[in-house]
């Protein structure tokens, strides 16, 4: 007797684009907290709207499970946490990044939830001292090389829910053109699918929703288009004559001078009831 469907070894195949990552980040700690510190210094509290939308979906299912704790990897600064601790009783926050903590704290203070804690600590090292009713993570998976044992600290740190997401979607056509241009284009492989695939080989057959989503990226001149559009692109690879030429048939110059365009992508939404196993 055979069950199950045979698939990629999804956890092999994410561990390897994680260790192949020419990113410093990805392996050094240090690394990535000067890179928060120094992010945060210049970050303003700002929720995306995607994230608002998506804690929206979410809401009826938070309900029927009766959420009211929730611990939450990964932060960032704080789109889906200060909505988390309206929604629910108390807020915990795992980051490796103090300066991303205290940043929480004090958004949080300043926008009337006081039910927010943090503990600054590696999630491949923390040991939560009790179940919380929620576990979640969204964009913050970047540096779990090991995805099925950080899917497996999660099941078992939640007692009623756990929730991953990503935001994911196809380049948009002007960044194909850059690429056949000799731009040698850097664009992100991961996506939501991942955490399929890992959750269906460990066993747990997921519920996954893919919300669609537009952006509008917007540019004050065509120098800040183009080095902003050309930042996955190696350097020296595309002229500015020729990246301007691909971008303003993809882009629409306003009355005051700036560039406009629409992006559409997904938000991958996928959540499973903790199993109780005891994962080793």
């Known amino acids: 007797m055979k069950e199950g ?10 561990t390897e684009h994680v260790e192949a990552s020419t990113s410093l980040r990805m392996r050094d700690d240090e690394a990535e907290r000067a890179f928060w510190r120094e992010f945060i210094q210049r970050k303003v509290y700002a929720p995306e709207p995607s994230a608002i939308q998506v804690l929206e979906y979410l809401r009826p299912l938070l309900h029927t499970h009766g959420v009211e704790s929730v611990l939450e990897l990964g932060p960032g600064w704080g789109s889906y946490t200060i909505t988390l601790a309206e929604l629910c009783r108390e807020v915990a926050c795992v980051d490796i990044s103090r300066d ?30 009790r179940q919380y009713d929620l576990v979640f993570g969204y964009n913050c998976f970047y540096r779990q090389a090991d995805l099925e044992r950080c899917f497996q600290r999660m099941d078992q740190a ?18 194909h053109e850059l690429d056949e241009a000799g731009g040698q284009v850097n664009w992100e492989w ?8 890992v959750l269906y080989q460990m066993g747990i057959d997921p519920n996954v929703m893919v919300l669609p ?13 183009i080095r902003g559009e050309c930042a996955r692109c190696a350097p020296g690879t595309v002229d500015a004559e020729t990246a301007a030429n691909i971008l303003c048939r993809h882009f629409v110059q306003t009355q005051d001078g700036g560039w406009r365009a629409t992006v559409r992508y997904h938000s991958g939404v996928v959540w499973w009831t903790p199993t109780g196993r005891q994962w080793g």
């Open 5 to 14: 469907v045979p698939i990629p070894d999804f956890a092999r195949q994410w």
């Open 100 to 129: 991303v903590l205290d940043f929480i704290l004090r958004i949080g203070a300043e926008h009337g939830p006081h039910n927010i804690t943090a503990f600054h600590a590696k999630w491949e090292e923390f040991v939560p001292e």
């Open 158 to 175: 939640a007692e009623k829910l756990c929730v991953v997401g990503m935001n994911t979607g196809l380049a948009p056509a002007w960044i």
């Open 190 to 197: 991961k996506d939501y699918i991942y955490f399929v695939g």
């Open 213 to 225: 989503f537009e952006k509008e990226l917007s540019y004050p001149d065509i120098e800040t288009l």
